[in-house]
């Protein structure tokens, strides 16, 4: 029974929603992007480069939220890359997106090493501090969990209402899911699809390059190698199992760092009989029967990954 | 208002692809609050213009002015913003939002931190009132039928506040009854002062509905006529510059029961409708025509007979024998042929060769392989008979499929279909974009099939088509076929209240 009584303690959810924070970013980051019809496979690298960047500029001795800035900033400029490549190029957007992934992660590493060749432990920042807002805080295992977290975790939660606001309540939102559904019917409408697509890449990029500074700047504090670990393509499953829509994923991320959470404490729960990969395999098969079970009724937008060329007939 | 600046004059528009010229000088004016139609076959150039107009292309020469000013090349937003609204053929529809916010697209400005779905809504409404053009406006588009669909994209210009109106090809997607409602809208819409330009190639609509008939032929103005002083066989010779004459249909001895549908039914398919309990037979030396609206189960019926889909109940007779086990495979080796509807998606792999395609129903036979391997040279004699048999213009057997018209890609479909003499024949839209000889070339083969003894399904979207080679004729809707008619049993109007699910009186 000690299994299940983790789930009713305020440090397995404060643990699960810290995990959530990077996630959300860049869940929200790739549903931007494939609700515009561009499917962004850079992701990975994406994080990589934010994670980096973040910190590097706080390393340097920079304001944490100017580190997060520059991670943005980073991000933007990958997207940019890979909207140049697959919108007005119409490139495939597996190909460039792994691309992009290969040399937004080489790169990053390059210049860490350019940056300290000498390291071997990677040095540490100071970080986000956890701000327990007034009086919510107080709440029994919710207060904990949900509102004793770093301004990076709020801002997490914050981007998921302004998503889903933008998507549904603004005219920009509207162009956006036109424009992964059918190009024509927003070119028909005045509006340029290259500007939008490119508009919402760029976007996403930036809130995957935050997920990626989240790891380095609130979680881990310091850079170091293979620290974005597939948490990009978890993102892209989530994005699936959210069927595109900012509310469901949000669930689905803390659904997994819940199920990511669970296990470490399991693993120190089995006492070191079962090998304890079988553990850190769990989410990823929870995930994989999770998104069996939710999506397959699950409506693509019917543009994605269609470049779109305009007078083509 | 000032009446005498035309609502849109079109000044020596020239526009090239490579070495085709799709439109060659090309300059009318509209007036206000008048119809013209744009007539023309498949390729004349009419979408083609109507996009240089709406600003999709930019033209190599010649300038379009709305009231008097130049719109700026290639630029749709300006286009709009003048007052030109477009009803594309393919509707430019988002299916995952609804009626208002696929109108309400780009008419507000993006940056707005908030949609205005209230006034939106009241817009709507009053249009829809004053149009008689009804709508949901909460509905997602992905619910809606065809002619909803249109309706939308309609209320789509109006909304944008559109004084000239142009419409691609309105009727080709919708019922006889649908196509009287859309011509009581355009007299409503004219009486407002609009200026419509609606493109076709059915020469009943365009002396039903238009004031004024611009013809398009090759590229070229060919002609320019009012309604009222020209009819349809003047029309006809303008648009395919000689005097057509309707097939010839010999008279040809009935054949046995080739084939026969009892109670089929269709699994429900993920596109189109599946057939119910339908019955249907194909007797030798007779061309059986199917009636029907794009969607009404026409896909699961050809699948049928070609061996894609199977039946989930009742039984599928082919010369006698019932079937079990169906496949392509099995369709073709009991002398099935096929003509399929979209020959670029499904009856030809546009990247291979003309001579790999020729053969691509019958490699495996002893004709073309050996032991597992392909006999090339047999392949490419037998791909020789075909391109000069039925005249395919085509470079050589190794050209690429994709580089020939679609005329010629159709004759090389027809020859590896007739080659092996079937007995049964799908012609699924065989004339569909061909130009006027290619179709006649289409169906002097289909009646010489006839004349062999072999049965013929037609399914075609185009009525005049139907009635000058079918036998019979079965109209098919919402999956269910009728009772078959003779030829002449039933008029026009007849077959197209039965097209629109309404039972023959």
Redesign the interface.
């Known amino acids: 029974m000690e299994a299940l009584e983790i789930l009713f303690t305020a440090s397995f959810w404060v643990a699960a929603i810290r995990i959530a924070s990077p996630l959300i970013f860049a869940t929200m980051g790739e549903l931007i992007c494939e609700r515009a019809g561009v499917l962004n496979l850079g992701i990975e690298g994406i994080m990589t480069a934010g994670a980096f960047a973040g910190w590097f500029t706080v390393y340097l001795g920079g304001d944490l939220w100017t580190g997060v800035l520059v991670a943005a900033l980073v991000g933007m400029t990958l997207g940019l890359l890979h909207s140049v490549l697959t919108v007005p190029l119409g490139l495939s957007q597996h190909v460039v997106g792994i691309g992009i992934t290969m040399l937004a992660t080489s790169l990053t590493y390059y210049f860490y090493r350019l940056a300290l060749p000498e390291v071997t432990s990677p040095p540490k920042i100071v970080p986000f501090e956890p701000w327990a807002v007034p009086g919510l805080s107080k709440l029994p295992i919710v207060g904990e969990a949900l509102f004793n977290q770093t301004p990076l975790t709020y801002m997490a939660f914050a981007t998921v209402i302004v998503v889903a606001w933008a998507l549904y309540r603004t005219p920009l939102g509207l162009a956006v899911r036109a424009v992964g559904e059918n190009p024509s019917a927003v070119e028909a409408q005045g509006i340029s699809v290259t500007i939008i697509r490119t508009g919402a890449v760029m976007a996403g990029s930036a809130l995957m390059a935050i997920g990626g500074a989240f790891l380095t700047m609130s979680a881990f504090n310091s850079f170091f190698f293979n620290m974005i670990n597939g948490r990009g393509w978890v993102c892209i499953a989530l994005v699936v199992f959210g069927s595109w829509r900012p509310g469901k994923a949000l669930i689905g991320a803390i659904l997994f760092a819940a199920f990511d959470a669970y296990q470490i404490r399991l693993q120190q729960l089995s006492g070191g009989i079962v090998p304890y990969q079988i553990f850190l395999m769990l989410p990823y098969a929870l995930s994989i029967l999770a998104l069996i079970v939710v999506a397959r009724r699950a409506t693509y937008p019917k543009a994605l990954m269609v470049p779109y060329q305009k007078g083509e007939r | 208002m000032s009446t005498n600046i035309p609502a849109l004059r079109l000044t020596s528009i020239t526009k090239r692809f490579g070495p085709l010229t799709a439109n060659d000088t090309i300059s009318f004016d509209v007036n206000q609050g008048e119809v013209i139609a744009l007539l023309g076959e498949n390729g004349a150039g009419k979408t083609t213009l109507m ?1 240089i107009l709406f600003g ?3 033209a190599d020469e010649g300038s379009v002015e709305v009231f008097g000013q130049t719109l700026p090349p290639g630029d ?2 300006a ?3 003048a007052g030109v609204g ?1 009803v ?1 053929q ?1 509707f ?6 609804t009626v208002l ?2 109108i ?12 205005d779905r209230t006034a939106a809504k009241t817009k709507i409404a009053r249009l829809a009132q004053d149009f008689g053009l009804s709508v949901k406006p909460d509905a997602l588009v992905a619910d809606l039928s065809v002619g909803e669909r249109q309706r939308v994209e309609i209320l ?1 210009a109006l909304y944008r506040d559109a004084r000239v109106l142009i419409l691609d090809e309105p009727t080709a997607v919708l019922t006889p009854t649908e196509t009287d409602a859309l011509f009581k809208t355009l007299k409503l819409l004219v009486a407002k002062g609009l200026s419509i330009i609606f493109i076709s190639h059915k020469l009943h609509e365009v002396m039903a509905a238009s004031d004024r008939v611009l013809v398009l032929r090759a590229g070229k103005l060919s002609g320019e006529r009012q309604t009222a002083a020209t009819n349809r066989r003047e029309l006809a010779e303008l648009m395919v510059g000689r005097e057509i004459t309707p097939p010839a249909v010999p008279t040809v001895p009935l054949g046995p029961v080739l084939f026969e549908l009892s109670s089929v039914s269709t699994a429900r398919q993920a596109h189109g409708t599946p057939l119910k309990h339908a019955d249907l037979i194909l007797h030798g030396g007779e061309i059986t025509g199917i009636a029907g609206v794009s969607g009404n189960g026409q896909a699961a019926l050809a699948g049928l007979i070609a061996g894609t889909e199977t039946p989930s109940a009742g039984t599928v007779t082919v010369n006698g024998n019932t079937i079990s086990g169906w496949s392509p495979r099995a369709a073709l080796a009991v002398g099935i042929a096929r003509v399929p509807e979209d020959r670029h998606s499904q009856g030809a792999v546009a990247d291979m060769s003309v001579m790999e395609n020729v053969i691509a129903e019958r490699y495996r036979d002893s004709r073309f392989s050996r032991s597992g391997l392909l006999d090339w040279a047999a392949a490419r004699k037998f791909t020789q008979s075909i391109i000069e048999d039925y005249n395919v213009k085509c470079p050589s057997p190794d050209a690429r499929i994709r580089l020939l018209s679609g005329g010629n890609m159709q004759k090389l479909i027809l020859g590896r279909a007739l080659d092996p003499d079937p007995s049964v024949i799908l012609a699924n839209q065989p004339s569909r974009g061909l130009d006027v000889g290619a179709v006649a070339y289409v169906h002097q083969k289909l009646l010489e099939a006839r004349s062999r003894g072999a049965a013929i399904l037609l399914i075609s979207e185009d009525l005049e088509e139907l009635l000058a080679l079918s036998d019979r004729i079965v109209v098919i809707s919402e999956g269910h076929l009728s009772r078959p008619s003779a030829r002449g049993e039933l008029t026009v109007r007849q077959i197209g209240e039965m097209m629109a699910g309404h039972e023959a009186a």
């Open positions: 996009n999709h292309y930019v749709p937003k286009a709009l913003a477009m594309h393919h430019t529809l988002a299916d995952n939002m916010d696929n309400a697209l780009g008419t507000q400005s993006l940056f707005r931190p908030r949609l789509k």
